[in-house]
């Protein structure tokens, strides 16, 4: 009798050939087995099955770039491990370090030299030092490199393989579908050996686009990945991944081949003996976001981006209606899936995918509040031509000082009600350091280095952090403090879990409480927010917490009676009522 196929050969074989259907599929499937598996390594004899093992209510990541906090003795690497081992322990176990490679712009994100730390940050033993302690999460820029590379210098030489590792377009073809989320040219003209190209930028003339129609593009991301692996990245972030493919007359984002390539990456990882999770990075409307989940084959955890504009909007407006609606329309991750939940990070508020859930005249209102606050706004070219906002560039601290009313005394409350409830939904905790940190606008930043993203790119010196840190007093440690107590409180509590059963509540609109139950159905927890400025009453019944057990509220060690009195909230107060106290 035949022996049956290998599914693992049989997987990555349709996969190669949905990507590359012209090519020796045999051949570059041997090619990817080679450059993924090198010498010294293997493979697992079983795909990892799809669970909820992956991940547990303990996970929260701390998102940072390597030089967040300088002193201008030690090395940037350095002084981040000892801020993680000293004020990170139990709090955070996991953290994303932004791009630690050199580069020449986009802080990070123009990659020069996929292979090496930044020598300005520290080196490679820094960072596997710091992936031994927590979970380390790294960006694979997939999408582009840097035009001062040597994968560029070589492509304008044209020196193999890098003659063909660059997407070249022609301005006589239709691209007015390409959707762009800058408003610089897409063609670039460059003077090569053979004569003009025009190369293709999505994002910046200094960001030239790698052509994955090649598969040596693909075959060189693959051994990256690899050697980040052999360090300790076990997260892989996959950056601007949507744009990834390009067909001039279409839209050259979420590409079916775009996708294929996820899976095939996805296949990798389930066969690797490491565990790797992989993360897509996809700033787009919700259904294009979740497309990225596959059918639990493409990424484990997505971004969930339209939280950082309706939770800002819930606490600027002091209504959950918008924040509700759309919450109670989500779906639960697949098994096997999470959401990365957050409401800030290196770059802006995202506005698109706000898109079709706040209404303009809404949309507009946070706008006026955050640049009220001191914050700016980032445009994108519509295909038509227009403009249209990006994302929102303000620290998220800063943001959350003014409300549609204006200022008023209950900024620390409002932002750290906005805060706990990304740590209440479905999936897994993110912060970025300066929303940790309670860091202002940086406007000397943004005037220094000409980019609005600049504002919340602030570099910390430690020795003034420690000192701000160490008043009780201050903004930073006020902050710091309040989310580290309930964030060591959350990694307790197994109905907390990232997949854990989550149920949106019907309640007055200025709250916003889910209803969350463990794996095991042992512990329920009603995590209720109360995102205005009033003191809101509700009566005990509308949570339907069951009768003859002992309800207490995680957050103020009060006992709840589910009969009787209702349940104050005080302006932006938030509980988390368990049973299980």
């Not at 045999?26 to 991940?55: M, Q, V, Y």
């Not at 492509?155 to 193999?160: A, D, K, T």
């Not at 990245?233 to 067909?247: H, N, P, T």
Request: proline share 6%; hydrophobic share 40%; with cysteine.
């Amino acid at each position: 009798m035949p022996s049956k196929s290998n599914p693992f050969d049989a997987r990555l074989r349709a996969l190669v050939g949905r990507i590359y259907p012209q090519a020796d599929q045999k051949a570059i499937c041997d090619r990817i087995c080679a450059a993924f598996w090198p010498e010294g390594t293997h493979r697992r004899k079983r795909a990892r099955a799809p669970s909820n093992r992956l991940w547990s209510e303990q996970d929260a990541v701390l998102i940072t770039y390597g030089n967040s906090i300088v002193d201008g003795t030690y090395k940037p690497l350095d002084l981040l491990e000892d801020f993680l081992t000293e004020r990170m322990q139990g709090v955070v176990n996991g953290v994303h370090i932004l791009p630690f490679f050199p580069f020449s712009s986009d802080d990070g994100f123009a990659v020069t030299d996929y292979r090496a730390v930044n020598p300005q940050l520290g080196d490679w033993t820094d960072i596997t030092r710091i992936a031994r302690r927590f979970h380390l999460m790294s960006d694979l820029v997939l999408n582009h490199v840097s035009s001062q590379g040597s994968w560029f210098h070589d492509y304008l030489q044209g020196r193999e393989p890098y003659d063909r590792f660059f997407y070249e377009g022609n301005p006589a073809d239709d691209l007015s579908q390409v959707v762009r989320p800058r408003t610089t040219p897409l063609l670039r003209e460059v003077e090569t050996r053979d004569g003009a190209k025009h190369v293709w930028c999505t994002f910046s003339h200094d960001q030239v686009d790698l052509d994955f129609t090649n598969p040596e593009v693909l075959l060189e991301m693959l051994r990256i990945i690899r050697m980040h692996i052999a360090r300790g990245v076990r997260i892989l972030r996959l950056d601007a991944v949507a744009f990834l493919w390009k067909e001039p007359g279409t839209p050259c984002i979420h590409l079916p081949q775009t996708h294929a390539i996820v899976q095939l990456m996805r296949l990798l990882c389930d066969y690797a003996t490491e565990t790797v999770v992989l993360l897509t990075e996809t700033n787009v409307p919700r259904t294009e976001n979740l497309s990225y989940f596959g059918n639990r084959n493409e990424a484990h955890a997505v971004y969930n981006f339209p939280l950082p504009p309706l939770i800002l909007h819930a606490v600027q407006s002091g209504t959950a209606k918008f924040l509700h609606r759309w919450q109670s329309a989500m779906p639960p991750a697949q098994l096997g899936c999470a959401y990365l939940n957050f409401t800030a990070s290196h770059d802006g508020i995202g506005m698109r995918p706000a898109e079709g859930v706040l209404p303009p005249a809404e949309q507009a209102r946070m706008i006026e509040a955050v640049t009220a606050a001191g914050g700016l706004v980032s445009m994108r070219t519509l295909p038509d031509g227009r403009e249209a906002p990006y994302e929102l560039n303000c620290s998220l601290f800063d943001a959350m000082r003014q409300t549609f009313h204006g200022e008023d005394e209950h900024h620390h409350a409002r932002f750290l009600c906005s805060q706990t409830i990304v740590m209440s939904l479905e999936g897994i905790p993110a912060f970025y350091i300066h929303a940790l940190l309670a860091t202002p606008n940086d406007h000397d930043a943004v005037a220094r280095r000409g980019m609005n993203r600049a504002i919340n790119r602030h570099r910390w010196h430690y020795p003034e952090l420690l000192e701000k840190l160490g008043d009780e007093g201050s903004d930073q440690a006020r902050v710091m403090a309040g989310m580290a107590e309930r964030l060591r409180l959350r990694a307790k509590q197994k109905a907390f879990h990232p997949n854990a059963t989550q149920f949106t509540l019907a309640l007055d609109e200025r709250l916003f409480g889910v209803w969350r139950q463990s794996l095991d159905r042992h512990q329920s927890i009603f995590a209720i927010h109360n995102v205005s400025a009033d003191e809101v009453r509700v009566s005990a019944y509308a949570f339907n917490m069951i009768e003859g057990e002992r309800w207490v509220d995680l957050l103020s060690g009060e006992d709840i009676v589910t009969e009787g009195d209702d349940i104050t909230f005080a302006p932006y107060q938030c509980r988390w009522i368990s049973n299980r106290g």
